[in-house]
């Protein structure tokens, strides 16, 4: 095997971290690990195979049915043939769509769509230069707000505790569980393949050497979840092989074992808690005749009593940190698991000490767990949007199915807005939005939906016009995170493929048909950009007599070592610290152990204090099995799936699902063999994998199968390539937070006894 010259090599960043890449002697793509990354991400090496896939949008193309009918609701968006074009006709034909519904439905008839996880770049950040266009060309669009990995606990935790960025971004670092964490309570796991991903790019992946070095000084993990696999090796943790959903109900009956023995922290639920009595009526019963007891919860969590109540005792005396996973809250009532965790840890009085209380989404992303930065890290500046309507990440085919009906959010009483035309760049939502064949259902509802794309995703193909755009490697930019020392020069190492442009150069372009260039650009190139971008860490370092190169320098150098900040607990360890002075940003300035506000909204989806709700949607004889829809450890959602490393996780080109031997052996299933997974909204196809430490009752698969949609023998939805979205039901969390329930649903797994289909998914439409 030859060597690599890393001297050829430069330093570039994605959301799975930093690396070297190059054209090596042969004159293919190299890619190689950044020397300082202590466990990079495999990921990396979707990028050779990625940059002239035949799966890669190569030029503009405009949908026949659009083209010839012109704009409106149309029955063929996602079947119909798609037209080359050239750019000048094609960008000229776009901007008098633009003006068609300015003038006449105005920009409350446009939504913005996109999402934040196309580049790593400060710069080519595709949801910001969409937001920018929309703005500054026809004065605003309709956005999203909140997230698909995080919508229920966005909303819960500023009634509770502070802002999602205040929990999880500033809290309990790894240095803090290396040193001085003596148990973990991992609800939802801590999974290496979540955690080795961050927007904006990570240079450390810290996360399974931190584990290991605790583990060795005798620090106890317990993974709890369906899948022994959520816990990395290093951490050596027992399992909880628990129910999906249930985690509430284990909490409570932790819960109420301390408290029925005296053990809970009285002294810090009363300094430092607001609504403990409120709280403590529910938990012991007197409020509906329940207590939660160890039994009451095994009996829900499918577990012993006995290793409830084994485990509550367990903890008093030590330092106990409570995390809870993105995945708990992407599902029915995905409020409550967030909310327990942190009433929990303020039962053991941890909150605010170093390694323990409470941290929501540790092990989710790269961003959570570490220091910030000392100084800022620039972006582009989305300028002001003139309309003021919005929806819930996860809202998406309600509003198009449903405009101008009332809709129920964080105690607002709202109405789904009227939409004409949506613009997207940079995202997929037949990726992560749930019962896609209701989604394309809703697209089918615009008249004109615009989409810039690297391949042909499932949004691309149904949409009106698609603009091929470049990847991260054919364009110049700056990676940077407010969590990760290191900022990075990206600078471009290949040609655009095929005629792709940046999104930005597609933006000026349109700007100066609709005559607002000026203020869209500001007079700026891309590397006038990147300058201005890069200006405001270059003074604040200035300012702390550190060095500060000029951008150039920095251009030149490819890195930058970025100073952190004091690894000081954050928000947490100042309010415990000095509860009157540092209060908390509640109502309260306290832990909202029951929230008066939130009780004020009258849901009986999400009450005044965490509650257990049984799931609405439970197994039932037809479809007796929990589908688990996690996130891929081979890719990034469903970015690059074509390339090389995601492709060498499937088996004949087709998406891997797990089954316990026994629940295979049930129904005749073997390894290998291809499976038809389903339930009432659709079906998909898999290879199955058997996996003893797994629940009995799960079938698992990872999220992120570019879609191949095809029709099932009773004519239903088929996704031969393993698109978990098809099975997945559309509705909210709550009525609270509106978050994505895509993490859960309700199947049956089958042999399929058919010829196996071929997989199309990369292939351009005709």
């Known amino acids: 095997m030859k060597t690599v010259d890393r001297s050829r090599l430069t330093p570039h960043s994605a959301h799975w971290g930093v690396f070297l890449a190059g054209e090596g002697e042969d004159g293919n793509l190299k890619v190689l690990p950044h020397p300082s990354d202590p466990d990079p991400n495999p990921l990396i090496h979707n990028f050779p195979d990625a940059l002239a896939h035949r799966a890669r949008v190569v030029q503009p193309m405009v949908r026949q049915g659009w083209l010839e009918q012109g704009p409106g609701p149309d029955a063929r968006r996602g079947r119909d043939r798609f037209i080359p074009m050239e750019w000048d006709a094609v960008l000229d034909l776009l901007a008098k769509e633009l003006k068609r519904v300015q003038e006449t439905v105005g920009p409350a008839g446009v939504f913005g769509g996109s999402y934040g996880w196309s580049s790593a770049g400060r710069f080519h950040h595709a949801q910001s230069q969409v937001h920018r266009f929309l703005n500054t060309a026809i004065g605003g669009y309709v956005r999203s707000i909140n997230t698909y990995s995080a919508g229920a606990a966005e909303v819960i935790l500023p009634h509770i505790a502070g802002r999602v960025d205040q929990v999880a971004r500033r809290n309990v670092t790894w240095e803090q569980i290396a040193e001085h964490s003596e148990v973990v309570l991992a609800f939802g796991g801590l999974a290496l393949k979540n955690s080795r991903v961050a927007s904006g790019g990570v240079s450390l992946h810290l996360e399974r050497n931190s584990m290991k070095e605790a583990a060795a000084r005798g620090c106890r993990f317990v993974g709890i979840s369906p899948q022994r696999s959520d816990m990395p090796e290093e951490a050596r943790s027992e399992w909880f092989c628990v129910t999906p959903g249930s985690d509430t109900a284990l909490m409570l009956g932790l819960s109420h074992t301390l408290v029925s023995a005296g053990l809970h922290d009285q002294a810090f639920l009363a300094s430092h808690c607001d609504g403990w009595l409120d709280f403590e009526k529910y938990l012991m019963g007197r409020t509906d005749g329940e207590p939660k007891t160890a039994k009451w919860a095994a009996e829900r969590c499918g577990i012993a009593e006995h290793m409830i109540v084994d485990l509550a005792r367990s903890l008093i005396g030590k330092r106990v940190l409570v995390t809870i996973a993105h995945s708990l809250q992407r599902s029915e009532h995905g409020e409550q698991p967030v909310w327990m965790g942190l009433v929990l840890a303020a039962i053991l009085g941890q909150i605010g000490l170093p390694g323990g209380g409470y941290s929501y989404a540790l092990g989710t992303l790269a961003h959570y767990g570490r220091r910030n930065n000392a100084v800022p890290v620039g972006a582009l500046n989305q300028g002001r949007n003139g309309i003021g309507d919005f929806i819930p990440v996860a809202r998406i085919s309600d509003m198009l199915l449903h405009p101008n009906e009332p809709f129920e959010y964080n105690g607002q009483h709202l109405r789904y807005p009227d939409i004409r035309l949506a613009y997207w760049a940079g995202g997929n939502p037949f990726h992560h939005h749930q019962d896609l064949t209701r989604l394309a259902e809703a697209f089918r509802r615009l008249d004109t939906f615009i989409v810039h794309e690297i391949g042909w995703t499932g949004t691309a193909r149904h949409a009106d016009i698609v603009l091929p755009c470049t990847m991260t490697l054919e364009r110049d930019d700056i990676g940077a995170a407010q969590t990760d020392p290191l900022m990075v020069a990206m600078r471009r190492l290949r040609r655009p493929n095929g005629q792709a442009k940046d999104d930005y150069d597609i933006f000026c ?220 039901f559309d509705a909210g969390t709550s009525r609270l937070g509106q978050g994505c329930t895509g993490q859960l649903c309700v199947v049956q797994v089958e042999r399929y006894e058919q010829a196996a289909p071929q997989v199309r998914a990369y292939e351009p439409p005709q």
């Open 509 to 728: 372009e349109l700007s100066r048909r609709m005559g607002t260039y000026e203020a869209f650009s500001e007079g700026r190139d891309t590397l006038g950009w990147l300058k201005h971008i890069y200006e405001p860490t270059r003074q604040a370092l200035e300012e702390k007599g550190l060095p500060a190169p000029t951008f150039e320098e920095f251009w030149e150098a490819g890195e930058l070592l970025l100073p952190q900040a004091a690894d000081d607990g954050g928000m947490f360890r100042a309010f415990r610290d000095e509860p009157k002075d540092k209060p908390l940003p509640t109502p309260s300035g306290r832990i909202q152990i029951s929230s008066p506000v939130v009780a004020g909204f009258g849901y009986d989806d999400c009450p005044g204090h965490p509650t257990w709700i049984a799931p609405r949607r439970p197994p039932t004889q037809s479809f007796p099995l929990w589908l688990v829809a996690n996130q891929p450890a081979s890719r990034l959602h469903s970015q690059l799936d074509f390339g090389g490393h995601s492709q060498s996780t499937k088996v004949d080109g087709r998406e891997v699902c797990s089954l316990h031997p026994t629940t295979a052996a049930e129904r005749g299933i073997s390894a290998g063999d291809l499976v038809r997974v389903f339930n009432a909204r659709g079906a998909f196809l898999a290879v199955a994998r058997l996996c003893s430490d797994m629940h009995l009752d799960v079938v698992q698969i990872a999220t992120g199968a570019w879609l191949d949609l095809r029709r099932d023998l009773d004519g239903g939805a088929l996704c031969v390539h393993g698109n978990p979205n098809i099975l997945t």
